[in-house]
């Protein structure tokens, strides 16, 4: 209780003390490397490790003896529900007291003493400093969140003020689903329900227009790729890569072969179709830019194993077996149309796959096969017919290709461009 007690002190001094300004902090690169935008630099000492991704830090010369919450930028560990000192003593989700555990030792191995970076000296999440944290030891400075996520301890969370640390912390992540490190191994957290099913998770990140508009033009698809057996959904959880989460109902599961939608906004569930219940957007959009945005939905099952996830855009590992076999062309004119044409020796299932025509998207229902040699024809402005195996009805409600010059790409949801087309004025 005595430990409880100082625990919640401490946070109301955090809370109510005047934060640690641009005036006290330094100047240097942000990344551990020369290359790259500046930050602000302070020093301190870590006194508490609330979590394994939040720490108290007293500062050096902020004029205080405040020890303040400082959210490690770019990052986020899976959560715990019991805090303390006492490692034997924490409890949480599964990964959450191993993550805790190794941003421990981190710190203890240089001797709790930090450097902490932020691009914007005002970074907050919600009362907490939001700031890079490096430790040093044997002479060098260790950013904790590369070595966290670079181990798969945490899932990489993008930041648009503090994106210096984006593009770097989204490869590693790439590369530790690839090697399957902790929380990128599907049965760390031991055997679970349809232990072994496979199933195909994608995410559309992106609704047409403006995202804050329509919630639930952005959504989640699960697919069942067992033929024969369901996929039980009960109890299991979909997140985004922040704390937005949505636990499914006891009797929800994806039958053989097919799939579900998973909507951010407000709908009644139903076999087929459920909502997030969010009223704004669950998802980053991509930025092609230096700040290099993007995000990612996870899939849990009840126990805490990570069993399906699409993260984007893909910056590791992203080469297509289907890149170099489709060929698209379109018809701007009159009655509008796009053909994908497979080229290749193999057949080629579509959905994974959308055509953009900006601000405008089309994904593809699942089995969208077009076989060598076929082509599939996706129609516009057309939306009371039905759609049959290679012809497809994209309702635009109008005309959306300039006629005197336009692109049409074709992408993977993981934002990697496959081919496209262009005419006129436009080039790809």
């Not at 715990?80 to 599964?94: D, F, L």
């Not at 195909?200 to 024969?228: S, Y």
């Not at 179709?273 to 995000?295: C, H, I, K, Q």
């Not at 126990?303 to 893909?314: E, F, M, V």
Request: glycine content about 10%; aromatic content about 8%.
């Amino acid at each position: 209780m005595r430990r409880l007690k100082l625990l919640l002190l401490t946070l109301l001094l955090a809370a109510t003390a005047a934060p640690a300004t641009a005036d006290a902090a330094g100047r240097g690169p942000c990344l551990l490397r020369k290359s790259g935008p500046e930050c602000y630099v302070w020093t301190g000492k870590v006194t508490f490790i609330a979590d394994g991704d939040t720490v108290y830090v007293d500062i050096d010369g902020d004029g205080s003896r405040t020890h303040f919450p400082v959210r490690i930028t770019g990052m986020n560990a899976m959560e715990q529900t019991t805090y303390t000192s006492r490692a034997s003593a924490r409890r949480g989700e599964c990964h959450a007291v191993e993550a805790t555990a190794r941003l421990e030792q981190l710190l203890r191995a240089g001797g709790m003493k930090v450097r902490l970076m932020a691009q914007d000296p005002a970074s907050r999440s919600i009362r907490r400093l939001r700031r890079s944290l490096a430790v040093r030891v044997n002479g060098r400075w260790i950013d904790v969140a590369r070595t966290l996520i670079s181990e798969g301890h945490a899932i990489w969370l993008p930041n648009h003020s503090e994106n210096a640390w984006n593009r770097d912390y989204s490869i590693l992540q790439g590369r530790a689903q690839r090697a399957q490190l902790n929380l990128w191994d599907y049965d760390y957290c031991g055997a679970g329900p349809a232990e072994g099913a496979q199933m195909r998770l994608l995410v559309n990140w992106d609704a047409d227009g403006d995202d804050n508009l329509d919630a639930n033009g952005e959504w989640v698809r699960i697919t069942n790729l067992d033929p024969v057996n369901p996929l039980p959904l009960g109890g299991w959880w979909l997140r985004d890569s922040a704390l937005r989460r949505l636990v499914f109902p006891s009797w929800a599961e994806v039958p053989p072969g097919s799939h579900v939608t998973i909507y951010a906004g407000i709908g009644d569930d139903n076999e087929s179709e459920f909502y997030w219940g969010l009223n704004s957007p669950a998802f980053e959009n991509v930025t092609r830019d230096g700040t290099a945005m993007g995000d990612g939905a996870y899939l849990f099952d009840p126990q805490g194993d990570l069993r399906a996830s699409q993260i984007y855009p893909c910056r590791e590992a992203c080469a297509d077996p289907n890149a170099g076999n489709l060929a698209m062309g379109a018809r701007p004119r009159g009655r509008e149309s796009i053909q994908i044409t497979n080229t290749g020796p193999v057949p080629i299932d579509l959905e994974p796959y959308r055509l953009i025509s900006k601000p405008y998207s089309y994904a593809f229902a699942p089995s969208s096969i077009v076989q060598p040699g076929e082509t599939m024809r996706v129609r516009l402005y057309e939306s009371g017919d039905e759609d049959s195996a290679l012809t497809r009805y994209w309702a635009t409600n109008g005309p959306i290709l300039n006629n005197g010059g336009d692109v049409i790409e074709l992408r993977r949801f993981d934002d990697v461009l496959l081919t496209c087309t262009a005419w006129g004025s436009r080039s790809c």
